[in-house]
């Protein structure tokens, strides 16, 4: 079986045109006692144990590998200026990097009284600020900000993301997509990977890309631009402790994003990854019935053979929250993985060569639904690893396994080098 595969160099520039900015060197004080290259995840029943009970059972982290200084943190779930962090030197920092003379003139949003979004004299045709939640747009329109990304532009492609983790019942789950050779984008909560963090480190360990969904899940675009920054801050802050790595991207929970949101994240070099498909999954035993999700599921697999994504693939938007997301995503993958061409995180789809602010580059295998996807490497900025790195890389963490592919690609690797 002849796969094609490629991996893209650092050569290749990153995805649209980040802007740079002062903040953006913020990740530089962030610290960390993982090696994201080097993972060991403490074997205790929370992270080997796959019944729910015991896997949520509260556990102090290792203070060789995650020390948390609650002073230093905000309050867990709640907006994340609180706990007095926006009074912190740490943050008026970054906070004073930033030239807010320049962010977008656009209102802080608000809520109606029945507590949804207040679009009252906002008009989504002509939909000035770019607000997603309104429109559904994603393309600013504003200079200097960054454009989300909303699909895998790979023909049939499947772009694999869960939201809401690190949630400390994920254990069977990743096992699963473990040994389906699956990776996926995972948006993780600034207040989970704190509370949970060895569920964060397995998210790097298992080779997954890691990106942020705030410190409190709020509507962004009802946030100062004071609690915007924050809530960005300290999940990627939050990831980087637990993970040795700081993300790059991010989407905004609910999708709620506007260009002075967009415009916030920019100036720390983020850029939000957004969705073309909603399972409505969260909404299982809550709003709606797991049979109603499970319609939405058939409607999208269906979707991978009859030509809906012929010349440009989707990102799903599901969840993994609890067992009733994560049962319905171990029932539809293989349903997934049969419908469509290939089944990828969106670093893999979108060629993301560096998904992270470290030096961590990401290895590009298409196809991956057939063999594993993306590793990481240990290349330095601007140059790129020799394929016996890359192979021990793989076999010290463990989450990689050298096939076929992965040595086709070190050869078109080494060729490209040599
Ligand atoms: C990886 O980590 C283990 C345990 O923490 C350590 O013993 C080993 O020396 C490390 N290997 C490398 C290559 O850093
Ligand atoms: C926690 O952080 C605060 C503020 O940075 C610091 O004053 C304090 O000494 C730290 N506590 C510990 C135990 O490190
Ligand atoms: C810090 O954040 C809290 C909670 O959002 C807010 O009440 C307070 O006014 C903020 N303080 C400053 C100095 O901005
Ligand atoms: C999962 O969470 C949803 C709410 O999002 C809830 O309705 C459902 O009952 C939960 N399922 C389990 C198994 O806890
Ligand atoms: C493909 O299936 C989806 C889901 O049932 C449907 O909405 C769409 O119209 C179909 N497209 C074509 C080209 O048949
Ligand atoms: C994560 O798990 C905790 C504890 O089980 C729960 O309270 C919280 O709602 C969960 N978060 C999400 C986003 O599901
Ligand atoms: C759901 O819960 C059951 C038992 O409570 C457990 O055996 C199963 O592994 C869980 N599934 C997932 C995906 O976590
Ligand atoms: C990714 O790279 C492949 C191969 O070079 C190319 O066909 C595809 O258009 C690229 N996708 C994006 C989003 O840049
Ligand atoms: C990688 O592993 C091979 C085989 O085990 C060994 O010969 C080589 O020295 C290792 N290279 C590094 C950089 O550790
Ligand atoms: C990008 C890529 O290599 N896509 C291929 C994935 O595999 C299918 C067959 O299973 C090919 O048709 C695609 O071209
Ligand atoms: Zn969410």
Known sequence: MYIRSFTISVA?????????????????????????KNITIPSIPQTTSTEPVTECTYYN????????????WPSIWEVATTNNVNTSVEFTAVYNSIDWTKAPNI???????????????????????CWWSASVCT??????INEDIANCPEP??????YDDGPNCSQNAFYDYLEEQ?????????????????????RGVLDGHHVAGHTWSHQYTTTLTNQQVLAELYYTHKAIKLATGLTPRYWRPPYG??????????SQLGLTAIMWNLDTDDWEAGFTTTVETVQKNYDAFELMGTNGTFATSGNIVLTHEINNTTMSLAITNLPKIMSSYKQVLDVATCYNISQPYFEDFEWTHTLNSSVTPASGSSSATQGTVTSSSAKINQSSTSGAYQIGPNSLLVIAILSAALI
Request: glycine share 6%; aromatic share 12%; net charge negative.
């Open 12 to 36: 290749i520039a990153q995805v649209a045109s980040l802007v740079s900015a002062d903040a953006s060197n913020f990740w530089q004080s962030f610290t960390s006692q993982i090696n994201p």
């Open 61 to 72: 982290p290792d203070p060789t590998l995650i020390t948390i200084n609650n002073t230093e």
């Open 107 to 129: 209102p802080v949003r608000t809520f109606t009284a029945a507590g949804g979004l207040d679009f009252t004299g906002y008009s989504a045709t002509s939909d000035p600020d």
């Open 139 to 144: 393309k600013p329109k504003l200079a200097d």
């Open 156 to 161: 049939e492609t499947w772009g694999l993301t």
């Open 181 to 201: 050779k699956l990776k996926a984008t995972m948006f993780y909560i600034g207040s989970n990977v704190l509370d949970w963090p060895y569920g964060a480190m």
């Open 256 to 265: 709620d994003i506007d260009d002075r949101v967009r415009w916030i994240a």
